[in-house]
């Protein structure tokens, strides 16, 4: 059974940092691309960042682009974001998704139940 | 510029059937999307892909009342003998080269 949890959520002032783990299960980690999708409160789902299964290629939204960075680690099983110069409108679930293909963009065919970030002084 | 326009709301009543549509942008009509479905306070849950053609491979564990069709640019949801649970928001995604869109969601209400 696939089973991914993101952790490292919290309270972060504006202009900091954060790194989010997603620890994944049940499926051969590096065979799939993996992707962080956000909701803010209220609000629908956004596509924050994907990566290859091979870790080699890395996508982001425009929105993020500069201040956030997707790795994995494929001998832990482990997905990371890493969260810098923050700002309010970053106030969101962070949820990690696996892909159905290892290479590229593509369909997200599980998701964790996410992990909260909130920005605020 | 790729994106996916849904409706915010949609309501049907217990037992019957609803159609939620999902629309590419211009020059993307041959795109296939994928749904999904988030309950209140959970995370997304992967409905199906479905292709321009209307074919369509579900997830793990989907039931057979959730069925996919296209039409054009439109991407269609069905959804059968409504029951409760499936009160929930219904979100489509798509994708192109190193981008992922979702749709805003349609909220759909069971009467």
């Known amino acids: 059974e696939v089973h991914l949890l993101e952790s490292g959520g919290g309270l972060v002032q504006p202009g900091g940092s954060l790194r989010l783990s997603c620890a994944a299960s049940g499926f051969t980690f590096s065979s799939y691309a993996m992707n962080w999708v956000r909701q803010a409160p209220g609000k629908g789902l956004e596509w924050v960042s994907g990566i290859r299964g091979s870790g080699g290629s890395t996508y982001y939204a425009d929105s993020v682009k500069g201040r956030f960075t997707i790795s994995r680690d494929n001998s832990k099983n482990t997905l990371y974001l890493q969260l810098n110069s923050l700002r309010a409108e970053d106030t969101a679930v962070y949820y990690c998704?696996?892909?159905?293909?290892?290479?590229?963009?593509?369909?997200?065919?599980?998701w964790g139940q996410g992990t909260l970030v909130t920005v605020s002084s | 510029q790729l994106v996916l326009t849904q409706s915010p709301s949609a309501s049907a009543s217990l037992g019957a059937s609803v159609k939620l549509t999902c629309t590419l942008s211009?020059?993307?009509?041959?795109?296939?999307i994928a749904w999904h479905q988030q309950q209140p306070e959970k995370g997304p849950r992967y409905l199906m892909k479905l292709n321009s053609d209307g074919s369509h491979s579900k997830g793990d564990g989907i039931p057979d009342r959730f069925s996919g069709s296209s039409s054009g640019a439109e991407r269609y949801l069905t959804i059968s003998s409504l029951q409760s649970e499936d009160e929930a928001d219904y979100y489509c995604?798509?994708?192109?080269?190193?981008?992922?869109?979702f749709g805003g969601g349609t909220k759909l209400t069971v009467l």
């Open positions: 995604q798509t994708w192109g080269t190193d981008i992922v869109v």
């Open positions: 998704a696996k892909a159905v293909v290892a290479a590229g963009t593509a369909p997200l065919d599980y």
């Open positions: 211009s020059g993307h009509s041959t795109y296939a």
